[in-house]
């Protein structure tokens, strides 16, 4: 498939974010990417997964949550990193400014979440009910959201390596806070990373199927 890929610079509050836009020929969604503890938009599990969305005539956005000064903090502090509020806030910024800006035309958005990028992406699926349209989790901290999961309206998978059983038990606990369009996927043999071979395959086509059947127009 034929896609496009540009480098942009988004506005959220203060920051100015850089961001990777992938673009399908004739997209029927598009997924913001929020990654996990430690990560960057250059994440390879997130890029992967990126491009067999794209795949399946979904957009991408893979994009830098942090600044490069604040990033340079949290790489001494790793306080940032796990400080749900600021990324989310950043992420419902993006999500105006697609809504607002267009890049992908008029289609529906999406959030992919990895790790504490999980919890960031359900507080703004909460904050952003009649723009967010679907939500995938992958070896997420739900609960690191705390009161928010009981306000997300968007369907929600949460996909879990089999042998990360304390993530499992926090993803079961947040599964029960959320409504009942979220369903929890253990993705057999997968440790937190899937870095099993086949793992990150069956997170990505799960995720294409799940934003493919509720990212509707």
């Known amino acids: 498939?034929?896609?496009?890929?540009?480098?942009?610079?988004?506005?959220?509050?203060?920051?100015?974010?850089?961001?990777?836009?992938?673009?399908?020929?004739?997209?029927?969604?598009?997924?913001?990417?929020?990654?996990?503890?430690?990560s960057s938009r250059h994440s390879p599990r997130n890029t992967a997964v990126a491009h067999v969305l794209n795949r399946s005539a979904l957009g991408t956005v893979l994009v830098?949550?942090?600044?490069?000064?604040?990033?340079?903090?949290?790489?001494?502090?790793?306080?940032l990193r796990f400080d749900i509020g600021l990324l989310a806030g950043r992420l419902a910024a993006i999500v105006d400014w697609l809504a607002a800006e267009r890049p992908f035309g008029t289609v529906p958005i999406g959030l992919f979440g990895a790790s504490t990028g999980a919890a960031a992406a359900l507080v703004a699926a909460a904050a952003r009910p009649d723009l967010v349209g679907a939500v995938v989790s992958r070896g997420g901290r739900p609960d690191l959201a705390g009161a928010a999961l009981g306000q997300v309206r968007a369907p929600t998978l949460l996909l879990v390596g089999g042998l990360d059983e304390q993530v499992i038990t926090l993803n079961e606990q947040a599964q029960e806070a959320l409504p009942d369009t979220a369903e929890l996927t253990?993705?057999?043999?997968?440790?937190?990373?899937?870095?099993?071979?086949?793992?990150?395959?069956?997170?990505?086509?799960?995720?294409?199927?799940?934003f493919t059947t509720h990212l509707t127009r």
């Open 1 to 38: 498939m034929d896609v496009r890929s540009s480098e942009v610079t988004i506005p959220a509050g203060e920051a100015e974010l850089p961001a990777d836009l992938l673009v399908p020929a004739e997209p029927t969604g598009v997924v913001l990417f929020a990654h996990g503890s430690g």
């Open 64 to 79: 830098d949550l942090l600044t490069p000064a604040e990033d340079r903090v949290d790489a001494r502090t790793a306080e």
């Open 186 to 210: 253990v993705i057999p043999g997968a440790t937190h990373l899937f870095e099993e071979p086949g793992t990150l395959e069956q997170v990505a086509h799960s995720a294409a199927d799940w």
